[in-house]
C-alpha cells in the first residue's frame, strides 16, 4: 500500500483575508502563491507516496501544479476545502487509490521529510486498513494532516475544531484514531500571530518568503530583532 497524497487548494485572489492586519491583498496573494509552491514541491519530494493530486478549480492553480509534477484534478466551480476534498476523494477512489494523505496549502515549514515520516509511522505501527491518522495543529483545534485507507472511511469536514470532529469520526467507525505530532506540519498560516511564529521560527523558508513578499522579519533585521510591519 503506498499512499498518494491531496492537497486542495483554492485560487490566490481574496486570500488569507484574516491576514489583512499584516499584509495587503496583493501581498496576501503572493503569500498563498508562496505557500502553495513551498508545500507541493516538498510533497512531491517524498519518498513513501505513489503520486501527488492537487483539487483546484482555479486554471492559475492547475498550471502551477502540473509545473511542479503533480496530477490536477479538476472542479467544475471552486467549492469549499471540505467539499473539494470529498470530489476528489471519489475520483481518487475511482482511480483504485485506497490511501491518501490529504495536507493543505498553507503550511510552509513541511518538508518532505515530516512526510515520510507520517509514512513511516504507518509501517512502525503495523496499522492495516481500515486506519486513520491525523495531525493536529499547533492548537489543537485545526487538522493539519490526515493519513485515511480507505480514502472514504470517514466523511470529513475542515475549518474551525475539525480535530475533534475527526476525532469523533474516526471513533464512530469503532477505530482508535491514531494521533501523531509534527512541529512543522501543525503551523498552517491563518491569523496574523501564525504569520509572526512563521516568521520567528529561524527557519530558512521564513526568511525566503519574508524577502518575496518585501518584509524584513527577526531572521534579518539587525541584532535579529523584527523590522518593519511584523
Given at each position: ?44 519530494l ?68 515530516d ?6 509511522h504507518?509501517k ?45 469520526a474516526v ?11 509534527n ?47 511584523l
Amino acid at each position: 500500500m503506498k499512499p498518494s497524497a491531496l492537497i486542495p487548494v483554492k485560487g490566490f485572489s481574496n486570500a488569507k483575508q484574516r491576514l489583512s492586519p499584516l499584509l495587503t491583498a496583493p501581498e496576501r496573494e503572493l503569500l498563498a502563491e508562496v505557500m502553495m509552491r513551498e508545500v507541493l514541491q516538498e510533497v512531491v519530494l517524498a519518498q513513501g507516496l505513489e503520486s501527488t493530486f492537487v483539487v483546484t478549480g482555479n486554471a492559475t492553480v492547475s498550471e502551477i501544479a502540473r509545473s511542479l509534477g503533480a496530477c490536477v484534478i479538476e472542479e467544475e466551480r471552486e467549492q469549499g476545502e471540505t467539499e473539494a476534498v470529498h470530489f476528489a476523494l471519489s475520483r481518487m477512489k475511482q482511480m483504485d487509490v485506497d490511501c491518501v494523505l490529504i495536507v493543505p496549502a498553507d503550511i510552509p515549514l513541511v518538508r518532505s521529510q515530516d512526510i515520510d515520516l507520517i509514512l513511516e509511522h504507518v509501517k512502525n505501527q503495523d496499522l492495516i486498513p481500515p486506519f486513520a491518522l491525523l495531525v493536529p495543529s499547533h492548537d489543537r483545534l485545526g487538522t493539519n494532516a490526515l493519513l485515511l485507507s480507505p480514502v472514504d472511511i470517514i466523511r470529513l469536514r475542515f475549518g474551525y475544531d475539525s480535530f475533534a470532529y475527526h476525532l469523533s469520526a474516526v471513533a464512530a467507525q469503532g477505530l482508535e484514531p491514531h494521533i501523531l505530532e509534527n512541529e512543522r506540519i501543525a503551523l498552517d498560516i491563518d491569523e496574523p500571530q501564525d504569520l509572526q511564529r512563521f516568521f520567528a521560527t529561524g527557519d530558512g523558508k521564513g526568511e525566503r518568503i519574508g524577502k518575496v513578499l518585501g518584509i524584513k522579519t527577526e531572521c534579518d533585521a539587525p541584532g535579529g530583532r523584527r523590522s518593519g510591519s511584523l
